[in-house]
């Protein structure tokens, strides 16, 4: 101890005071409020990817029955991934851990089709020029 601190009555200790650890908390805090927003944002994104992949399942079948059956697609109207049978497709190729068969929508007629995955506000949809659309929630 030196003679200024005796003189004084007061030791300095080696600690971060109220102030400083307040700071740090504030600063996690603004940190944790835009960082979570956008890892349930990517969490949805990747659910998504397991209905991407299904309706690729479907657009192949339409496509081979296009193929077997002279540039015609099967006329569906707005069936689920339930009622694909003239696809030779059935409920159970279509659920999966995110997605079930009723989330699936088909509908066509000879010379178009549409194929849309729903997962609450998410939509993804695919036509037959290949033609994406539909959006993912980022908020």
Not at 53 to 78: C, D, E, I, K, W
Not at 85 to 102: H, P, R, V
Not at 106 to 123: E, F, K, L, P, Q
Not at 130 to 135: A, H, K, L, P, V
Request: no cysteine; net charge negative.
């Amino acid at each position: 101890m030196s003679l200024h601190e005796t003189a004084l009555g007061m030791r300095r200790w080696n600690a971060f005071t109220l102030v400083e650890l307040m700071i740090v908390v504030v600063i996690v805090a603004i940190l944790a409020m835009v960082a979570i927003p956008m890892y349930q944002a990517n969490v949805a994104a990747a659910q998504m990817t397991e209905g991407i992949a299904a309706v690729g399942t479907m657009r192949t079948g339409m496509q081979v029955y296009a193929a077997s059956h002279n540039g015609s697609f099967p006329v569906l109207a707005a069936v689920d991934g339930s009622g694909l049978s003239s696809l030779n497709i059935s409920a159970a190729d279509l659920n999966g851990k995110y997605f079930q068969a009723a989330d699936y929508t088909v509908t066509s007629n000879a010379t178009t089709y549409t194929i849309t995955a729903t997962m609450g506000a998410d939509t993804y949809i695919i036509d037959q020029d290949g033609i994406e659309r539909g959006s993912i929630t980022t908020e």
